[in-house]
């Protein structure tokens, strides 16, 4: 079986190139070798490639940055899954995307399951939806994962930061009044191959670790793991303001995910520590 998978050098790109290898012919693109705001590009790619899976792990992810470059948050979110998904149609192809707990508001008191409402409230999080909507319009084949709080042992994220930081300074204000799952890259792509050995099944998941933090619970909690002395001083999202607003809430229920695939997410903490471990961090 033919795999194509776009974003290889991204957190769960990089994590999904090593899952999906026992299913089949995986071939690996990062942004070098295709670039996703290119529709004929896109096309041609998957039309020599011909694959009976296409995973789009690649994303325009700069939450802040996409409120003053709204066009290309749109191209890579939005444009470029709607042309995969058409291609797939044509394929006969399944198409795997990943989405976000931004497509909501964060306002809901529970969890927030996959009928819920949308209502995205940042130019990054209308731009996933979009890439949603276009997906499931096309008529493809396909599987939508909507995730949260990814880290990992690469790239760009809130773990790695904290870490950082946490050589610079010893103490550290952190937002304490958003909450959601932290996940782990390596997690969703272990899901993700779990999921497409699952005969049929199609259609939009929600897939976070279990268990439910705040920023500052989860820096404090990488802060001892780690051995760390960092203190947390834990401040309101008006204290910490940013070019976009993020939800208060980003709690997805996943139990669809667990019912359909049989896969019961771990929790937060076990993706941290095997993070850390891989990083040599932990105390």
């Known amino acids: 079986m033919r ?21 089949g012919d995986v071939i690996v693109h990062d942004r070098k070798s295709l670039d996703l705001s290119d529709a004929n590009a896109i096309c041609n790619l998957v039309r020599d490639a011909k694959p009976a899976i296409i995973v789009n792990a690649a994303a325009y992810t700069a939450v802040d940055k996409a409120e003053s470059e709204p066009n290309a948050a749109r191209a890579i979110n939005a444009h470029a899954p709607r042309v995969l998904a058409e291609e797939a149609r044509k394929l006969g192809a399944l198409l795997v995307h990943y989405s976000t707990d931004y497509v909501f508001d964060g306002t809901k008191p529970g969890s927030y399951v996959e ?59 952190v ?22 050995r699952v005969e049929g099944a199609e259609g939009l998941f929600h897939l976070t670790a279990s268990g439910r933090t705040s920023w500052c619970g989860f820096a404090s909690e990488i802060f001892r793991v780690a051995g760390l002395n960092t203190l947390t001083t834990p401040i309101s999202s008006a204290q910490y303001p940013t070019a976009a607003r993020r939800p208060l809430n980003s709690s997805l229920d996943c ?10 997410p771990p929790p937060w903490q076990e993706g941290m520590l095997a993070c850390m471990r891989s990083l040599g961090r932990l105390n």
């Open 3 to 23: 795999i194509l998978l776009t974003g290889k050098n991204g957190q769960v790109g990089w994590e999904l190139a090593r899952s999906l290898a026992p299913l």
């Open 115 to 173: 009928t819920d409402t949308t209502n995205p409230i940042s130019v990054y999080g209308r731009s996933k939806l979009e890439g949603e909507l276009a997906i499931q319009a096309s008529g493809c084949r396909h599987l939508i994962f909507r995730t949260s709080w990814v880290f990992g042992p690469r790239g760009g994220n809130f773990l790695l930061t904290m870490l950082r930081l946490a050589g610079e300074k010893n103490k550290l204000r």
């Open 175 to 196: 937002v304490d009044d958003q909450f959601g799952a932290p996940t782990s890259s390596r997690m969703i792509a272990e899901a993700t191959a779990h999921a497409l």
């Open 255 to 264: 139990s669809k995910l667990s019912k359909v695939f049989g896969y019961k």
